[in-house]
């Protein structure tokens, strides 16, 4: 059972379009990290919130972490195929390295 | 600074072998976490290890077992492999601030 939600699960855009990732849960979280992953490799950190409504920007990524610290978002604005990969949302409790990942939101970007 | 290394990148055993994982952090970080990521269950925490002790860890059997040196690499073990443990292990690591983890490539591990 995975605690945190993300959906969707596969998502396929044309180049230039936008799209939104979510990742709920029922825990709260002391901070929330968003990762990319890219077949064969490690997950790389995109950004880490720790602040219940915090807004972060990364050029065209913004992250939202929810005033409850139950829930986040990742939103990409005119998509590149460079964007293209599994985006990972894992929760943290502060607790010694522990972090609970969400499956994955798959995303393809067609040129 | 260099980023996580983790070796070897690809291994293929045969079930009942063992096998070791090696992991070198970030300079300076000081806590390494392994996770194991598989098609079906996603990235799950196996366990955590900071300033050679470990702190935390997942539910995993007792086949599966790690260390941490004084220079803070760290190794994984998994003995008597099944085939369910092909898997790709990722090593990850830390500052103090262990919330924030940055991770290496993996290894690949194929069971036959």
């Known amino acids: 059972t995975q605690l945190l939600e993300q959906s969707p699960q596969f998502l396929s855009i044309q180049e230039g379009e936008n799209l939104t990732v979510y990742c709920n849960s029922s825990s709260v979280f002391s901070s929330l990290q968003w990762y990319r992953q890219e077949p064969g490799e490690g997950p790389v950190l995109l950004v880490t919130?720790?602040?219940?409504?915090e807004v972060k920007k990364l050029k065209r990524l913004t992250f939202q972490f929810g005033d409850a610290r139950k829930d986040s978002s990742l939103h990409i604005t005119a998509a590149q195929p460079g964007d293209t990969g599994l985006y990972l949302c894992?929760?943290?409790?502060?607790?010694?390295?522990?972090?609970?990942f969400g499956a994955g939101t798959q995303v393809v970007v067609t040129p | 600074k260099a980023g996580v290394t983790q070796t070897p990148r690809y291994l293929i055993k045969t079930r009942g072998q063992q096998v070791t994982l090696s992991c070198s952090p970030i300079s300076g970080h000081r806590s390494v976490s392994w996770y194991q990521q598989t098609p079906g269950q996603g990235l799950q925490f196996l366990f955590e290890y900071f300033s050679e002790t470990q702190r935390n860890k997942g539910n995993f059997p007792g086949r599966f077992s790690g260390r941490q040196f004084s220079n803070s690499r760290s190794e994984m073990n998994v003995s008597t492999l099944e085939l369910g443990d092909s898997a790709l292990y990722l090593c990850?690591?830390?500052?103090?601030?262990?919330?924030?983890?940055?991770f290496g490539p993996g290894t690949r591990l194929t069971v036959l």
């Open positions: 990850a690591s830390s500052s103090d601030r262990a919330d924030t983890q940055y």
């Open positions: 894992a929760g943290g409790w502060g607790s010694w390295g522990k972090l609970q």
């Open positions: 919130v720790v602040t219940g409504g």
